[in-house]
C-alpha cells in the first residue's frame, strides 16, 4: 500500500452501481464483489488521486474506514499505485460480433414437422454459431441423427450444439452409438431420469453429458433468474451494456416451426416453412427487442448485478410493459435479498397470465 | 481474394476468419502443418506466375501470413537424412523467394522472413537510432568481459540472440524459455572463453508492456506481475495460477511515434513488441516478435485486433 502515490483501478475492474451497494465486476478474473456505495462514489470520484489526499478529502473523519476499503482494493488487486495515471485509459465497452445471427433455439416436439435441416443450412448463411435443441415431451431421436449427419457432413457455422431431451429406454446405448458424430455437440442434458450422472468429454468427443432427475415441462421452464447464472466475463458483461443480454442476435423456432426472437414469446414472424430467415432478420419489430438494455428494465436498473446477469423478455411482471422485471427473479436490489419468486403474492396475476406451473419449476 | 498462410491450430485465425465472413471478404487458407501442392512459381521475360494446389494466385490481392510457412516438399521426402537436409535448404529458398515476390505487388502483411532473421541486436539497434530507450548489453566469448559487465551493474540476465534454444537428441534435452538472471556462481563456474553469451542490464520494472501492431495501428496493454507475495491470499480458490493483471494502456505520443518509426526501419507492418516501464521512469525497448500472439491481449483489453486485422484487407 502505497498512501502518497496515486492509485489506478484495473480497467477489467469495472464498477456498477445499484441501489443499496455496489459491484466490482473483475471481468479477467470472472469475479464478482459487493461493495459500500460510498466505496463506488471514492472510486469514480477520486481514482487518480493518493489515499492521503482522499482522507484530507473528506477532512480525515474517516481514514480508518477509507484505510479498510484500500486494503480491500489492493488485497484483490482491484487497484495498482502509478504516477502514470494518464496513460492508462478506462476500458472499451465495444460489443461487437462478427455474426448476424450467434445463436439459435430450435424446439422439437412430437408433432413438429417442420424442415429442421433447412433452418440450420439458413442458419450457416447467418453465421450463427451456437445451437441449442430442445426435445421437451419426447425424445426425437430422428430428427437428432439428421441434424447430426448434417453438421458432421457440411461445412457450417455452428461451434457448439447443446441438446435437451427426456430420459427413454436405452437413452444411454443410443447416446453411445451416436458419439462419434457429435464433433460439434458440447453438452446433452437428459432430464427425467431415475438417476442423476454427469459424464466428462472423453476420447475425441468434446460432449459434456448429463443425466438428470430433473424435469422440464416445455418452454414455460425457461426465464430463471439466478446467481448460478451470473458470468462476469469481457464479452458478456459489454455485451449487457450495449445489448439484451438474453435476446441479442438470437433467433429460435418454437415447436410448431414459427419463428421467434424466443420459443416462450408470444409474438411470431411468420412460419418457417414460407418465411426466410434472412428476411425477419431484417425486420426492425424482430430485432428490437436486441437493444433492450439492463438500464432500461425497471428494478433491474436499480441492480449492483445487472451487467453480469442473463434476462427474459418472455415472462415479466408486468406482462404488457416490454421494459418490466423479468417475472422469474427472486432478488430485490431495494433488500438485497432474494426470495422464491413462484410463492411472491404479487406475481400471482402475471404467473396466472403465462400459465406457468410452478410446482414444475423447481428441481 | 485473401490468401492466409497460418496454422490450422491457431484460435486467432478462426475469429479473423469470421470477421472476413461478416465483412463478405473471399479468402483461402492454407496450412502451414500441410503439404501445400506447388504447381509451379514460373518466372519468365514476360510474368512471373504461381498456382498452388491448383489455384492460381493471380487473383489474390492480399496475404496476411499469420504464422509458420508453407510445406512444399512433400511428406515421403521427410525421412532422408542429409539428402532432407539439403532439399530443406532448397524449399526454404523457394518459399522465402515467393515471398518476396509477392510482397512486391501484393499487400502482405506478416513474414516468414522476418521471423525466420528475428536478429534481436539488429533490433536492439534499431530501436536506439529511433531514440528508444534499450538497456545496456553485451555479447562476450570470455569470462573476463561477463564479470566486468556484471560488476556495473546490480544484476544482469541473459537471453538468446534469435531462438530459444530446445534441442533434443537420444541422449540429451535442452530447452528454455528464454531470459534467465546470471548470478556470480554461474560465471564462476565457466572457462575462460566460450560460446558468444548475450547478457544485458536487469532492470527493475513497474510493469510490462506489449504492444500488437499492425501497418500504423498500435495495441498497447500493461503486464502486471504480482504485487507482492502478501496479496497472493487465498480468498478463492483458483484451479489455475491468479492471472497476473492486463490492462490497455495509451502510450504517450512521443512513444507511439518512436515505435512506429521502429517498425519502419525494421521493415516490419506486423509483430509485437516487449518494451517495460521502469521504476526509474524511464520507457525502455526490450525486443520484438514478428508473429507473435495476440489473443491474450485482444481479450484482456477488448481490443477487437482480429477485426481490425480483417478491416485492413477490406479495400483490395
Redesign the interface.
Known amino acids: 500500500m502505497k498512501l502518497d502515490t496515486p492509485f489506478k483501478l484495473?480497467?477489467?475492474c469495472v464498477t456498477v452501481k445499484g441501489f443499496n451497494r455496489s459491484t466490482i465486476c473483475d471481468l479477467?478474473?470472472n469475479?464478482v464483489r459487493t461493495i459500500p456505495n460510498d466505496l463506488y462514489d471514492i472510486l469514480t470520484n477520486h481514482e487518480g488521486k493518493t489515499i492521503n489526499d482522499i482522507k484530507n478529502q473528506y477532512h480525515n473523519e474517516f481514514d480508518d474506514i477509507i484505510d479498510e476499503y484500500f486494503q480491500f482494493l489492493?488485497?484483490?488487486?482491484f487497484i495498482?499505485f502509478?504516477?502514470?495515471t494518464s496513460?492508462?485509459?478506462p476500458?472499451?465497452?465495444?460489443w461487437?460480433d462478427?455474426?448476424i445471427i450467434n445463436n439459435s433455439i430450435i424446439d422439437i416436439d412430437k408433432n413438429s414437422s417442420y424442415d429442421v435441416l433447412k433452418v440450420l443450412k439458413q442458419l450457416d448463411d447467418l453465421?450463427c454459431r451456437h445451437l441449442e435443441i430442445r426435445n421437451f415431451d419426447v425424445a426425437r431421436v430422428d430428427v437428432l441423427e439428421n441434424i447430426f449427419d448434417y453438421l458432421k457432413e457440411n461445412e457450417s457455422?455452428i461451434q457448439s450444439v447443446e441438446i435437451l431431451l427426456p430420459f427413454f429406454k436405452d437413452v444411454e446405448k443410443w447416446i453411445d452409438s451416436a458419439k462419434h458424430k457429435f464433433l460439434r455437440v458440447s453438452f446433452i442434458r437428459v432430464f427425467n431420469c431415475p438417476f442423476n450422472q454427469n459424464i466428462m468429454p472423453s476420447g475425441n468427443t468434446k460432449a459434456y453429458i448429463m443425466y438428470t432427475k430433473q424435469h422440464y415441462e416445455s418452454e414455460l421452464c425457461c426465464g430463471k433468474i439466478s446467481q448460478n447464472f451470473f458470468a462476469a466475463n469481457?464479452k458478456a458483461f459489454?455485451e449487457s451494456v450495449n445489448h439484451n443480454s438474453c435476446l441479442n442476435k438470437k433467433l429460435s423456432i418454437d415447436k410448431n416451426g414459427n419463428i421467434k426472437n424466443c420459443p416462450s414469446m408470444q409474438k411470431g414472424f411468420g412460419s418457417v416453412n414460407d418465411t426466410q430467415l434472412k428476411d425477419i432478420v431484417t425486420d426492425k419489430d424482430f430485432t428490437k427487442v436486441w437493444s433492450i438494455t439492463k438500464d432500461q428494465i425497471l428494478v433491474c436498473k436499480d441492480c449492483e448485478f445487472r451487467h453480469i446477469c442473463t434476462d427474459c423478455r418472455a415472462y415479466k411482471e408486468n406482462p404488457t410493459d416490454e421494459f418490466s422485471k423479468p417475472l422469474k427473479c427472486g432478488y430485490s436490489p431495494y433488500t438485497n435479498e432474494w426470495e422464491d419468486w413462484s410463492i411472491n403474492p404479487l406475481k400471482k396475476e402475471a404467473i396466472t397470465y403465462y400459465k406457468l406451473q410452478a410446482d414444475t419449476e423447481k428441481p | 481474394m485473401i490468401l492466409l498462410i497460418s496454422s490450422k491450430y491457431d484460435v486467432s485465425t478462426n475469429?479473423v476468419i469470421?470477421?472476413l465472413?461478416?465483412y463478405g471478404i473471399v479468402f483461402l487458407r492454407l496450412h502451414t502443418e500441410e503439404f501445400s501442392m506447388l504447381n509451379y512459381f514460373s518466372v519468365s521475360n514476360k510474368s512471373i506466375s504461381l498456382t498452388i494446389n491448383d489455384i492460381n494466385l493471380e487473383a489474390i490481392t492480399g496475404i496476411w501470413h499469420r504464422r509458420g510457412r508453407l510445406r512444399n516438399l512433400p511428406n515421403s521426402l521427410n525421412d532422408l537424412g542429409k539428402v532432407t537436409t539439403y532439399l530443406k535448404k532448397e524449399e526454404d529458398s523457394l518459399i522465402k523467394s515467393i515471398e518476396t515476390s509477392l510482397r512486391t505487388t501484393k499487400k502482405y502483411i506478416g513474414s516468414y522472413i522476418s521471423e525466420i532473421e528475428n536478429y534481436k541486436l539488429d533490433h536492439l539497434i534499431a530501436a536506439k537510432e529511433c531514440n528508444l530507450n534499450i538497456p545496456d548489453s553485451i555479447v562476450t566469448t570470455s569470462k573476463k568481459g561477463l564479470l566486468d559487465f556484471h560488476s556495473k551493474y546490480d544484476q544482469i540476465i541473459s537471453k538468446d540472440l534469435r531462438y530459444a534454444i530446445n534441442i533434443k537428441t537420444d541422449d540429451i534435452s535442452i530447452n528454455s524459455t528464454g531470459t534467465f538472471k546470471v548470478t556470480d556462481e554461474l560465471i564462476s563456474e565457466l572457462d575462460d572463453h566460450f560460446a558468444p553469451i548475450y547478457a544485458q542490464e536487469y532492470i527493475e520494472k513497474?510493469?510490462e508492456i506489449r504492444i500488437f501492431f499492425i501497418e500504423d495501428n498500435l495495441f498497447s496493454m500493461?503486464i502486471?506481475s504480482q504485487?507482492d507475495e502478501q496479496?497472493r491470499?487465498d480468498?478463492?480458490n483458483y484451479n489455475d495460477e491468479?492471472?497476473n493483471?492486463?490492462?490497455?494502456?495509451?502510450?504517450?505520443k512521443n512513444i507511439k511515434e518512436q515505435l512506429l518509426d521502429f517498425t519502419r526501419k525494421v521493415k516490419l507492418n506486423t509483430g509485437s513488441i516487449d518494451m517495460i516501464?521502469s521504476i526509474d521512469?524511464h520507457y525502455v525497448f526490450l525486443e520484438v516478435n514478428p508473429m507473435g500472439q495476440f489473443d491474450w491481449l485482444s481479450?484482456?483489453?477488448?481490443?477487437?485486433i482480429e477485426?481490425a486485422i480483417a478491416k485492413e484487407f477490406m479495400e483490395l
Request: charged content about 20%.
Open positions: 484495473y480497467a477489467n479477467q478474473r469475479d489492493y488485497d484483490n488487486e495498482f502509478t504516477k502514470q496513460i492508462f485509459p476500458l472499451s465497452l465495444k461487437s462478427p455474426a453465421h457455422s469481457m459489454t | 475469429i469470421q470477421w465472413n461478416y513497474e510493469f500493461g502486471f504485487q496479496t491470499v480468498y478463492r491468479i492471472p493483471r492486463c490492462v490497455p494502456i495509451n502510450l504517450p516501464y521512469e481479450k484482456n483489453c477488448n481490443y477487437y477485426e
